[in-house]
Every structure is written in structure tokens, then in C-alpha cells.
């Protein structure tokens, strides 16, 4: 008899960050992919998550509560390298971690209106309104910033916007707030949840030696499995993981539909037991808390 096995997909966004998708959507279009769970994992935001698990208790999909943190580093040249932690099952509600997280929120908000007023100075002037009704309520990315300059005819492609205005060292480019790699952590472990190094081939983490150091900071897990990793890459993080004792997660990173394609949602299948390896992490990571806390 095949033994059934399920899926989950753990890397997710929602119009509050950067995503196409509402929460509600996003969990509809999981149950239409056969997904039995998915974690809703917002840039420095948490307000896609108690829609989404209302709307997937209504549909039997599972809600694993997540985050994506930006945190920079100083690399060997003396410039910075962004990394990216996820943070899964953690307590949302927590008032000193939204306190924390309110701060990211007003950050993108002035962010979006220096990018506004850089695009201003080049001669190209956006519909602010239609910014605020693609980010759907959500705080304004550069995402929302390109799709506009594609549909006003700035830029042929959402490539295209990023590669000529938004993107590092472009006219429109302005930095986003980020942490280090350990205020990072040691937020999402406050909150008992469980820190992952996010798509670390897409940011260029791919030196052993810097995930080393952040396992030493509290790191307990790294996204071996996404979109953007061709099989070489998941064979090298899923080894850096087993060397180092933590867990491999993984999920599609996506972001509803993309220039005329599909979601991504459900293309990187994630085996159902690696939502049970998270949450016995959580669980003694809730225990460490608590000896510390005497």
C-alpha cells in the first residue's frame, strides 16, 4: 500500500510585504495546489497571518505563523550583504516583538516616499493612489514600486524596473532598515520561534563559515529547499545543515503571480514532517527560555 505523504510549502508572502496574493487568497490557492500547510512569512510584518488562519481553518490548510527579517552584514570588501531570517511558529501577539516590528513598519513607509521623491527628480512622477491599491493595503516595496513603472510604461519588465531604477546603486534605490544577524535571531527566539537563514544561494550566503557563525548566534535551520536553488545548491546546504546538527526547511518564496506567471506556490513541496521537526525545535526553545528566565 503507497503510504500518503503531505506537503507544505513554508515560504509564502501576502499583499501586507510584497505578495500578489491576499492572505485569503494565498490559502485558497494552497488548498487548489494539494498543500496541507504553509507559513505566511511577511517582510518585518505579521498582519497577513491571523486572516490567513481564519480563512485555512475554513478550508483545512494549516497556518504555520512566520516573519522574514532583514538583517545586514559587513562583508570582506567592506560593504554589506543582506541576509534574510525566517522566523517560524512564533508568537505574533507579542507585545514587545510588534513593538519591535512597528519600527520596520514606519520605516517602509519613508522608505516608499524617498523612492517616490527619487523618481520625481528623473522626471517620473507615480500615481500614489495606485501604489497604496497594489500593496492592498500593505506597506509599499519596491515590487509595487515596479510593477507600476511596467504598467506606465518606465520599464518594459519588472527586471527591467529593478535593473535601471530600484535596484543597489540605481537613481531610485534607497536602503531599507535592517538588523544585524543577531538582533535578528535573538528576536524571533524571544518570541519562541524558530530563526532560518532564508534562500542563502539568492543572497549570496553561501560561505559555510558565515552560517557557522550564525548557528553560534542562535541560528537552528537553513531554506536548503527554494525556488532559486538548482540541485547543486540544495545538495551543499542540505550537507551544511547535517555537518552542523540543524534543521533543512525550504518553500517556494512566493509572491502570488509574477510577470504573467504562475504562482510559485506548491512547486517546491515541502514533506509534512519537517513542520513536526520545527515545532519539537520550538518546543525546546520554549524550554531554553524558560531556564533562562529562572
Not at 520599464?155 to 524596473?161: E, K, P, R, V, Y
Not at 532598515?177 to 549570496?204: E, F, K, Q
Request: charged share 25%; hydrophobic share 40%; aromatic share 6%.
Amino acid at each position: 500500500m503507497k503510504q500518503h505523504i503531505s506537503y507544505a510549502d513554508l515560504h509564502v508572502h501576502t499583499t501586507f510585504s510584497d505578495g500578489a496574493f491576499t492572505p485569503e487568497e494565498a490559502v485558497a490557492f494552497a488548498r487548489e495546489a494539494g498543500l496541507c500547510a504553509i507559513s505566511i512569512t511577511d517582510h518585518d510584518m505579521t498582519d497577513g497571518i491571523e486572516p490567513a488562519i481564519a480563512r485555512g481553518g475554513d478550508c483545512g490548510v494549516e497556518i504555520i505563523p512566520g516573519i522574514e527579517l532583514s538583517s545586514e552584514i559587513t562583508n570582506a570588501n567592506g560593504g554589506h550583504t543582506e541576509l534574510h531570517i525566517l522566523g517560524y511558529l512564533i508568537d505574533w501577539k507579542n507585545e514587545e516583538f510588534q513593538k519591535t516590528i512597528s519600527l520596520f513598519r514606519k520605516a517602509r513607509t519613508q522608505r516608499a516616499a524617498i523612492i517616490i521623491e527619487k523618481l520625481a527628480l528623473i522626471g517620473i512622477k507615480l500615481d500614489e493612489a495606485r501604489l497604496k491599491k497594489i500593496a492592498g493595503g500593505g506597506a509599499i516595496g519596491r515590487l509595487h514600486f515596479a510593477k507600476v513603472l511596467v504598467e506606465t510604461g518606465f520599464a518594459g519588465s519588472i527586471t527591467d524596473a529593478f535593473q535601471r531604477f530600484l535596484g543597489h546603486g540605481k537613481p531610485a534605490y534607497a536602503p531599507k532598515m535592517a538588523l544585524s544577524p543577531a538582533d535578528a535571531i535573538r528576536l524571533i527566539l524571544d518570541t519562541g520561534g524558530v530563526p532560518v537563514l532564508a534562500h542563502p544561494l539568492y543572497v549570496h550566503s553561501t560561505n559555510a563559515n558565515i552560517i557557522t557563525e550564525l548557528v553560534e548566534l542562535g541560528l537552528k535551520g537553513i531554506e536548503t529547499w527554494h525556488s532559486k536553488h538548482p540541485p547543486a545548491a540544495v545538495k551543499k546546504f542540505a550537507d551544511i545543515a547535517f555537518e552542523l546538527g540543524i534543521l533543512s526547511t525550504g518553500g517556494s518564496d512566493c509572491h502570488g503571480s509574477f510577470a504573467n506567471e504562475p504562482p510559485m506556490m506548491g512547486k517546491i513541496k515541502i514533506p509534512y514532517h519537517t513542520v513536526v521537526e520545527l515545532k519539537k525545535c520550538k518546543s525546546k526553545i520554549i524550554e531554553e527560555n524558560l531556564k533562562k528566565r529562572g
